[in-house]
Protein backbone atom coordinates (compact mmCIF):
# COMPACT_ATOMS: atom_id res chain seq x y z
CA UNK A 1 0.00 0.00 0.00
CA UNK A 2 1.39 3.16 -1.33
CA UNK A 3 -0.51 5.64 0.95
CA UNK A 4 -1.64 5.35 4.64
CA UNK A 5 -4.53 7.19 6.25
CA UNK A 6 -4.36 6.51 9.54
CA UNK A 7 -7.75 9.21 11.26
CA UNK A 8 -6.09 13.10 10.47
CA UNK A 9 -2.96 11.74 9.32
CA UNK A 10 -1.58 10.46 6.18
CA UNK A 11 1.31 8.01 5.55
CA UNK A 12 3.86 8.18 2.33
CA UNK A 13 6.12 5.33 3.20
CA UNK A 14 7.95 6.02 -0.54
CA UNK A 15 8.81 9.06 -2.84
CA UNK A 16 6.04 11.15 -3.84
CA UNK A 17 5.50 13.34 -6.72
CA UNK A 18 2.60 16.18 -6.61
CA UNK A 19 1.68 17.49 -9.63
CA UNK A 20 -0.13 20.68 -8.84
CA UNK A 21 0.31 23.25 -5.83
CA UNK A 22 0.78 21.47 -2.27
CA UNK A 23 -0.48 23.61 0.53
CA UNK A 24 0.93 22.98 4.56
CA UNK A 25 -1.01 24.90 6.90
CA UNK A 26 1.36 23.41 9.71
CA UNK A 27 5.30 23.05 9.95
CA UNK A 28 7.12 21.85 7.47
CA UNK A 29 10.04 19.90 8.95
CA UNK A 30 12.98 19.06 6.38
CA UNK A 31 15.13 16.77 8.56
CA UNK A 32 18.04 15.35 6.03
CA UNK A 33 17.69 18.34 2.99
CA UNK A 34 21.24 19.54 2.60
CA UNK A 35 20.44 22.00 0.26
CA UNK A 36 17.29 24.26 -1.03
CA UNK A 37 17.32 25.30 -4.24
CA UNK A 38 14.56 27.75 -5.67
CA UNK A 39 14.15 29.41 -9.02
CA UNK A 40 11.83 31.64 -7.47
CA UNK A 41 11.11 34.24 -4.03
CA UNK A 42 11.97 32.41 -0.74
CA UNK A 43 10.24 34.10 1.81
CA UNK A 44 11.23 33.47 5.61
CA UNK A 45 8.62 35.10 7.94
CA UNK A 46 10.24 34.77 11.45
CA UNK A 47 13.62 35.83 9.85
CA UNK A 48 16.91 33.47 8.71
CA UNK A 49 18.89 31.90 11.32
CA UNK A 50 22.11 30.15 10.38
CA UNK A 51 24.23 27.62 12.81
CA UNK A 52 22.55 26.65 15.88
CA UNK A 53 19.87 28.60 17.49
CA UNK A 54 19.84 31.96 17.90
CA UNK A 55 22.12 31.94 14.80
CA UNK A 56 25.67 31.99 16.08
CA UNK A 57 27.15 32.29 12.56
CA UNK A 58 24.20 34.77 10.75
CA UNK A 59 20.82 36.18 11.98
CA UNK A 60 18.48 38.38 9.26
CA UNK A 61 15.71 39.04 11.74
CA UNK A 62 12.02 40.13 10.12
CA UNK A 63 12.72 43.78 11.00
CA UNK A 64 15.88 43.96 8.21
CA UNK A 65 18.38 43.82 10.87
CA UNK A 66 21.17 41.50 10.06
CA UNK A 67 24.12 40.18 12.01
CA UNK A 68 26.97 37.79 11.19
CA UNK A 69 29.94 36.87 13.41
CA UNK A 70 32.45 36.21 10.48
CA UNK A 71 33.88 37.99 7.26
CA UNK A 72 30.89 39.67 5.23
CA UNK A 73 32.27 39.67 1.21
CA UNK A 74 30.13 41.71 -1.13
CA UNK A 75 30.78 42.88 -4.15
CA UNK A 76 28.99 46.15 -3.76
CA UNK A 77 27.73 48.05 -0.77
CA UNK A 78 24.25 50.03 -1.47
CA UNK A 79 22.50 52.37 0.90
CA UNK A 80 22.92 56.09 2.18
CA UNK A 81 25.19 55.19 5.08
CA UNK A 82 22.86 58.11 7.04
CA UNK A 83 22.47 56.00 10.65
CA UNK A 84 26.35 55.36 11.05
CA UNK A 85 27.74 56.34 14.27
CA UNK A 86 30.53 54.40 14.35
CA UNK A 87 33.29 52.35 12.41
CA UNK A 88 34.70 49.75 14.14
CA UNK A 89 37.24 47.66 12.87
CA UNK A 90 36.06 45.19 10.35
CA UNK A 91 36.97 43.45 7.02
CA UNK A 92 35.33 44.69 3.97
CA UNK A 93 35.73 43.36 0.67
CA UNK A 94 33.80 45.34 -2.23
CA UNK A 95 33.16 49.42 -2.87
CA UNK A 96 31.51 51.03 -0.49
CA UNK A 97 28.83 54.27 -1.14
CA UNK A 98 29.63 58.15 -0.12
CA UNK A 99 28.41 58.33 3.43
CA UNK A 100 27.43 61.32 4.97
CA UNK A 101 29.78 61.73 8.27
CA UNK A 102 27.61 64.48 9.80
CA UNK A 103 26.35 61.64 12.29
CA UNK A 104 29.77 60.07 13.22
CA UNK A 105 31.01 60.85 16.45
CA UNK A 106 34.66 60.66 17.61
CA UNK A 107 37.17 60.92 14.99
CA UNK A 108 38.94 63.83 14.02
CA UNK A 109 39.18 65.77 10.86
CA UNK A 110 42.03 67.78 9.31
CA UNK A 111 43.61 70.17 11.36
CA UNK A 112 42.63 71.18 14.80
CA UNK A 113 43.60 74.32 15.62
CA UNK A 114 43.48 76.21 18.74
CA UNK A 115 44.49 79.74 19.53
CA UNK A 116 46.00 81.73 22.67
CA UNK A 117 46.98 84.90 24.41
CA UNK A 118 50.17 85.64 26.56
CA UNK A 119 50.98 88.87 28.39
CA UNK A 120 54.63 88.06 30.38
CA UNK A 121 53.39 84.32 31.48
CA UNK A 122 54.17 81.08 30.01
CA UNK A 123 51.75 79.51 28.21
CA UNK A 124 51.40 76.05 27.63
CA UNK A 125 50.33 74.57 24.19
CA UNK A 126 48.56 71.29 24.91
CA UNK A 127 49.50 68.89 21.86
CA UNK A 128 46.37 67.26 21.21
CA UNK A 129 45.99 69.80 19.02
CA UNK A 130 47.79 70.33 15.39
CA UNK A 131 48.43 73.89 15.22
CA UNK A 132 48.84 76.78 17.33
CA UNK A 133 48.15 80.82 16.86
CA UNK A 134 50.03 83.03 19.82
CA UNK A 135 49.51 86.13 20.40
CA UNK A 136 52.12 87.60 22.60
CA UNK A 137 52.92 90.36 24.77
CA UNK A 138 55.85 91.20 26.95
CA UNK A 139 58.52 88.38 27.99
CA UNK A 140 57.17 85.51 27.35
CA UNK A 141 57.87 81.91 27.64
CA UNK A 142 56.36 78.60 25.73
CA UNK A 143 55.47 75.71 27.53
CA UNK A 144 54.08 72.11 26.17
CA UNK A 145 51.89 69.54 27.58
CA UNK A 146 50.92 66.28 26.20
CA UNK A 147 51.60 65.04 23.09
CA UNK A 148 52.23 61.82 20.77
CA UNK A 149 55.87 60.74 19.69
CA UNK A 150 55.83 61.32 15.99
CA UNK A 151 53.03 63.92 15.45
CA UNK A 152 53.77 66.52 14.15
CA UNK A 153 52.91 70.79 14.97
CA UNK A 154 53.09 74.07 13.65
CA UNK A 155 53.50 77.25 15.96
CA UNK A 156 52.51 81.26 14.87
CA UNK A 157 52.93 84.05 17.14
CA UNK A 158 52.10 87.15 16.68
CA UNK A 159 53.89 90.09 18.51
CA UNK A 160 51.54 92.41 20.59
CA UNK A 161 53.67 94.96 20.85
CA UNK A 162 57.36 94.79 21.79
CA UNK A 163 57.75 91.33 23.05
CA UNK A 164 60.40 88.59 23.89
CA UNK A 165 59.53 85.07 23.76
CA UNK A 166 62.12 82.18 24.85
CA UNK A 167 60.77 79.12 25.18
CA UNK A 168 61.17 75.96 27.58
CA UNK A 169 63.77 72.97 27.59
CA UNK A 170 61.16 70.47 25.83
CA UNK A 171 62.49 72.23 22.83
CA UNK A 172 64.91 71.01 21.26
CA UNK A 173 66.70 73.08 18.07
CA UNK A 174 69.40 72.83 15.37
CA UNK A 175 72.76 72.96 16.26
CA UNK A 176 71.58 73.76 20.22
CA UNK A 177 70.76 76.88 19.67
CA UNK A 178 67.04 78.75 20.55
CA UNK A 179 66.47 81.04 17.63
CA UNK A 180 66.29 84.74 18.31
CA UNK A 181 62.45 85.90 17.38
CA UNK A 182 61.54 89.45 16.64
CA UNK A 183 60.73 91.59 19.20
CA UNK A 184 59.32 94.22 17.09
CA UNK A 185 55.44 94.86 17.05
CA UNK A 186 53.23 92.90 14.49
CA UNK A 187 55.92 90.05 13.60
CA UNK A 188 55.37 86.65 12.76
CA UNK A 189 57.03 83.74 13.56
CA UNK A 190 56.13 80.34 12.37
CA UNK A 191 57.67 77.56 14.17
CA UNK A 192 57.69 73.78 13.29
CA UNK A 193 58.36 71.06 15.94
CA UNK A 194 57.60 66.71 16.00
CA UNK A 195 57.51 64.82 19.40
CA UNK A 196 60.45 62.94 19.26
CA UNK A 197 59.90 61.51 22.94
CA UNK A 198 56.10 61.75 24.79
CA UNK A 199 56.72 62.84 28.22
CA UNK A 200 56.25 60.91 31.28
CA UNK A 201 56.42 60.84 35.15
CA UNK A 202 60.08 61.63 35.62
CA UNK A 203 60.43 61.68 31.78
CA UNK A 204 61.14 65.06 29.77
CA UNK A 205 58.75 65.45 26.67
CA UNK A 206 61.65 66.20 24.03
CA UNK A 207 60.21 68.46 20.52
CA UNK A 208 62.53 68.25 17.63
CA UNK A 209 61.91 72.23 16.31
CA UNK A 210 63.10 73.65 13.12
CA UNK A 211 64.24 77.15 12.78
CA UNK A 212 62.25 80.11 12.88
CA UNK A 213 60.95 81.66 9.72
CA UNK A 214 60.08 85.60 9.99
CA UNK A 215 57.20 87.06 8.60
CA UNK A 216 57.36 90.81 9.95
Known sequence: MAVQISGNDITVPRDGTFSRNVSIAGTLTYEDVTNVDSIGLVTARNGIEVGARPGVAASISIDGNAEFSGIVTA???????????????????????????SSLTGISVGIATTAASMTGITTVLDLSKDDFKVTASGITTVDVRGGTEGNSHMLRIVNSGITTVGFSTYFLFPSG???????????????????????????????LSGASVNFS
Not at 83 to 95: F, I, K
Not at 178 to 200: C, E, K, W, Y
Open 75 to 101: SSFVGSGANLTDLPAANLTGTLPAIDG
Open 177 to 207: GTPNLPTTDGAISLISFTVHRQGAVGLATQL
